[in-house]
């Protein structure tokens, strides 16, 4: 198990900005991994993500020095092409990354663009469908559907071309909190069946905790804190950086603080009025 | 101030999105409207200021149907808003788009100028006052739209999912501007999927499922209706999950899980 | 712009005439379009329009093709009176006036009963280059998306005092700007997200790209333009040879 994203002293800034958005940016992501980047707006995120997958700096150039290697390529000096098939990116708005008119003729687009033949290509988009529970929406239009349905098809197009590692770009906001439950065991399901890697951004830490590997939290370009969700949301430090505590890991942690529980892992409300219960007894 | 009788709204496509709404609210509430994608929170909202007139019974807006008045009438009285900044903001300067709803509503040219800078004040937006509106990161344009609202005074505020996007700093300036509002008088809507954004200003709770409001209460009990809220697709505040899970348990020092909340240090005191 | 979405909007439909190969669609409404032109006589159009209705018919559209009709009419009204000014000729000016209807009727009927897919498939037909063909593809998938922001818009806009129904033609045009502002910027927007999703699919990668569907003509859809074209050599012989004679 190797490292899929080896990220070593990134620096980029935009042409007609100031400052750098990413400044000396340093981050490993073994294979498997689920890692949340998370961060104020405005932190550099969505720029990091972009010079993972290749659009920095192959779409848009600026300053850039450091090394980003994803599958063990340099990013730098790898195609577009060849990266996506490496890297998968699920961007935040469902809408804007669908293009055709039929469902299952966007999930095939990133292979039709590989000029994959027809008898895999089919394949590949009815596995990619089955996985993501979207078969019976195969020949609808993609306006007819809801916001949630409509990122599934969106990720099946992305999980089509069978990548290593999918990065997801604030993929609940859209989505209600069931919904967005849902994509959580989603990706969880794709981590342990297919052994994908994740390198998710996200506000909405309280139901990526549950899956979560690493979280990273980012400030002004940098990386300021890195650790496992436990690490992370019990420390003093997450909250300065706009980083969203869930309630119930607050409140472990005030009884945790009067001795009544432990902060070895993060538990959910029911798991800590257990724990509670038995710790006051 | 608002009042729905026996609402049913039905699309041009046969969809029915609001069936049978009946629902008052008075001034100076605090209102959250909670339910999963398409349970017909929005219509709702557009009914208010007559962007949707109702295929069956009668919204009045301080006693007057919606129908018997414009949309730019009753928006003097209801500001609205909605979730998408980037569907509003077309001006060459934020000063501009700030006046632009003003200058609608027929505020003389001073009244408008000393708005603009209450405003611009309020939302710390001042350095932008003559930059583009479309240069402003994404909180900041939620910022600049709920700023044009306020500068037309409106008796009420609906907010049509306010915190997508944001980080937890900005959801707090959020909350505190929303407290603001409620304590000078004026009746506030949120429309939320973030229950726990929501569980600290402790609103009334209106649940809605398939166009129809299923549940209607003060935050505390409707909170606790677990069957409720999860045939309604909304979750739990966590606060409140833990508190139902401990209360029936021996010695559990709760009464009830506001005082919980309270107690645990989770929201700040009264 | 109901006018424009009745008329050429795609809406999925179930009748025999949607599942005709989209070429052959294509074939038959420019066979109809080129029969209107050959038309010299108010009655021969009358014939041409009454081929188009069976059609519509066929395809179970004609509510909305008689719509877009009524609609088309206010716009030919325009036609007729500068035609009547300088011919001084009910009939030319009628005749004129009715081809812009018959034209715009027969250009709809294709574009209401293909889709998008299918007009892929059809401009693929005629060699367009691969970068035209998926930009029109993917413009036409947008156009409800717009719609449905042109509304949103409004409604936002309305509710900040925008009076977009009353006033002089002049205020409702300048009106307009607020909505229209958006509407662009929100376009530009997406061609931009768009971009980076077309990238990070791997889009160019490969000179030929291959393709998911293929559409091949069957016997059915020959035999159908094979009709089509029969007919529509039957019709042009007679308004140019036989009903000259019974009608002078």
């Known amino acids: 198990m190797g490292n899929i994203v080896e990220v070593e002293g990134l620096s980029f800034r935009y042409p007609e900005s100031p400052r750098r958005a990413v400044d000396g940016f340093n981050l490993e992501v073994k294979e498997g991994e689920v890692v949340v980047l998370a961060g104020p707006s405005g932190c550099g995120k969505s720029t990091l993500l972009r010079a993972v997958n290749g659009l920095i700096p192959h779409m848009y150039s600026g300053e850039y020095s450091g090394e980003v290697r994803v599958g063990g390529?340099?990013?730098?000096?790898?195609?577009?092409?060849?990266?996506?098939?490496?890297?998968?990116?699920?961007?935040?708005?469902?809408?804007?990354?669908?293009?055709?008119?039929?469902?299952?003729?966007?999930?095939?687009?990133?292979?039709?663009?590989?000029?994959?033949?027809?008898?895999?290509?089919?394949?590949?988009?009815?596995?990619a469908m089955a996985l993501l529970g979207i078969?019976?929406?195969?020949?609808?239009?993609?306006?007819?559907?809801?916001?949630?349905?409509?990122?599934?098809?969106?990720?099946?197009?992305?999980?089509?071309?069978?990548?290593?590692?999918?990065?997801?770009?604030?993929?609940?906001?859209?989505?209600?909190?069931?919904?967005?439950?849902?994509?959580?065991?989603?990706?969880?399901?794709l981590r342990s069946q297919l052994g994908t890697t994740f390198l998710v951004v996200e506000h909405r830490l309280d139901l990526l905790v549950r899956v979560a590997d690493k979280i990273v939290v980012m400030?002004?370009?940098?990386?300021?804190?890195?650790?496992?969700?436990?690490?992370?949301?019990?420390?003093?430090?997450?909250?300065?950086?706009?980083?969203?505590?869930?309630?119930v890991t607050k409140l472990q942690k005030r009884l945790a603080r009067m001795g009544i529980v432990g902060t070895e892992r993060l538990l959910t409300p029911s798991e800590l009025a257990e724990a509670t219960w038995r710790g006051s007894t | 101030m608002i009042e729905f009788r026996d609402v049913s709204f039905v699309h041009q496509n046969g969809v029915k999105a609001l069936d049978g709404v009946s629902l008052t609210i008075g001034d100076g509430e605090t209102v959250g409207i909670v339910g999963e994608n398409g349970a017909g929170k929005t219509?709702?909202?557009?009914?208010?200021?007559?962007?949707?007139?109702?295929?069956?019974?009668?919204?009045?807006?301080?006693?007057?149907?919606?129908?018997?008045?414009?949309?730019?009438?009753?928006?003097?009285?209801?500001?609205?808003?909605?979730?998408?900044?980037?569907?509003?903001?077309?001006?060459?300067?934020?000063?501009?788009?700030?006046?632009?709803?003003?200058?609608?509503?027929?505020?003389?040219?001073?009244?408008?100028?000393?708005?603009?800078?209450?405003?611009?004040?309020?939302?710390?937006?001042?350095?932008?006052?003559?930059?583009?509106?479309?240069?402003?990161?994404?909180?900041?344009?939620?910022?600049?739209?709920?700023?044009?609202?306020?500068?037309?005074?409106?008796?009420?505020?609906?907010?049509?999912?306010?915190?997508?996007?944001?980080?937890?700093?900005?959801?707090?300036?959020?909350?505190?501007?929303?407290?603001?509002?409620?304590?000078?008088?004026?009746?506030?809507?949120?429309?939320?999927?973030?229950?726990?954004?929501?569980?600290?200003?402790?609103?009334?709770?209106?649940?809605?499922?398939?166009?129809?409001?299923?549940?209607?209460?003060?935050?505390?009990?409707?909170?606790?209706?677990?069957?409720?809220?999860?045939?309604?697709?909304?979750?739990?505040?966590?606060?409140?999950?833990?508190?139902?899970a401990i209360r029936d348990r021996p010695r559990a020092p709760f009464v009830d899980p506001l005082e919980a909340a309270r107690w645990l240090g989770v929201m700040k005191p009264r | 712009m109901m006018w424009l979405s009745g008329g050429f909007v795609f809406r999925r439909g179930t009748s025999v005439y949607h599942k005709i190969d989209p070429r052959v669609k294509l074939l038959i409404s420019v066979l109809l379009f080129t029969t209107t032109l050959l038309a010299r006589y108010l009655y021969e159009l009358a014939i041409v329009l009454a081929f188009m209705l069976a059609v519509a018919t066929i395809a179970k559209v004609l509510r909305r093709v008689g719509r877009t009709m009524l609609l088309t009419v206010t716009f030919s009204v325009i036609i007729f009176v500068l035609n009547f000014v300088f011919t001084r000729s009910l009939e030319t000016s009628a005749l004129y006036a009715s081809r812009f209807v018959a034209i715009v009727v027969s250009t709809s009927l294709f574009f209401i009963t293909t889709s998008p897919d299918e007009l892929e498939q059809v401009m693929k037909t005629f060699r367009l280059p691969r970068d035209v063909v998926f930009a029109f593809v993917t413009a036409v998938r947008f156009i409800p998306v717009m719609m449905l922001d042109t509304i949103q818009i409004m409604d936002a806009q309305k509710s900040r005092g925008l009076e977009l129904e009353k006033g002089n033609i002049l205020r409702r045009?300048?009106?307009?700007?607020?909505?229209?502002?958006?509407?662009?910027?929100?376009?530009?927007?997406?061609?931009?997200?768009?971009?980076?999703?077309?990238?990070?699919?791997?889009?160019?990668?490969?000179?030929?790209?291959?393709?998911?569907?293929?559409?091949?003509?069957?016997?059915?859809?020959?035999?159908?333009?094979?009709?089509?074209?029969?007919?529509?050599?039957?019709t042009a012989y007679s308004f140019y040879f036989v009903l000259q004679g019974i009608f002078p």
């Not at chain 1, 699920?90 to 095939?108: C, K, S």
């Not at chain 2, 109702?54 to 928006?75: I, M, R």
């Not at chain 3, 958006?182 to 999703?197: D, F, K, M, T, Y």
């Open chain 1, 135 to 189: 078969t019976p929406l195969a020949q609808r239009a993609p306006h007819e559907l809801s916001d949630g349905q409509k990122q599934r098809v969106a990720l099946a197009g992305v999980l089509a071309m069978k990548p290593k590692l999918i990065i997801l770009d604030e993929p609940t906001s859209l989505l209600d909190p069931k919904t967005a439950a849902e994509l959580v065991e989603l990706v969880g399901k």
């Open chain 2, 43 to 244: 219509t709702l909202v557009k009914h208010m200021t007559g962007l949707l007139k109702p295929s069956s019974g009668k919204v009045l807006v301080d006693g007057v149907e919606t129908t018997a008045t414009s949309t730019a009438q009753l928006s003097r009285k209801i500001g609205v808003a909605f979730q998408n900044p980037d569907h509003q903001l077309f001006s060459e300067s934020v000063k501009e788009e700030m006046a632009f709803a003003l200058r609608n509503f027929g505020f003389p040219p001073e009244v408008v100028e000393q708005r603009v800078s209450w405003g611009l004040e309020l939302f710390e937006l001042e350095r932008y006052k003559e930059s583009s509106p479309l240069v402003l990161s994404g909180g900041e344009k939620k910022r600049l739209t709920l700023a044009c609202i306020l500068a037309w005074d409106p008796q009420m505020v609906v907010l049509d999912e306010p915190t997508v996007g944001q980080d937890s700093i900005q959801k707090e300036k959020l909350a505190g501007t929303i407290k603001m509002l409620s304590s000078s008088g004026k009746t506030v809507v949120v429309i939320s999927h973030d229950i726990e954004f929501l569980w600290p200003m402790q609103p009334r709770v209106v649940i809605m499922k398939s166009g129809r409001v299923i549940m209607d209460g003060q935050a505390p009990q409707v909170m606790l209706e677990k069957e409720v809220l999860e045939s309604a697709r909304v979750a739990q505040p966590e606060m409140v999950s833990f508190y139902a």
């Open chain 1, 219 to 247: 400030s002004e370009g940098k990386k300021v804190l890195e650790g496992t969700p436990g690490e992370v949301l019990f420390g003093d430090q997450a909250e300065g950086y706009g980083v969203l505590i869930p309630a």
């Open chain 3, 173 to 234: 045009v300048r009106n307009m700007i607020p909505v229209l502002i958006p509407l662009v910027v929100n376009s530009v927007v997406r061609s931009g997200e768009l971009a980076e999703a077309m990238e990070s699919r791997a889009y160019g990668a490969v000179p030929k790209p291959t393709s998911l569907v293929q559409y091949r003509a069957r016997n059915w859809d020959r035999l159908v333009a094979a009709v089509a074209v029969v007919l529509f050599a039957v």
């Open chain 1, 73 to 127: 390529k340099a990013v730098k000096d790898t195609s577009m092409r060849d990266l996506a098939q490496t890297v998968g990116f699920l961007f935040q708005n469902p809408e804007n990354q669908i293009f055709m008119f039929t469902v299952e003729r966007d999930v095939a687009f990133g292979l039709e663009n590989l000029g994959v033949p027809r008898p895999e290509m089919r394949a590949s988009v009815d596995d």
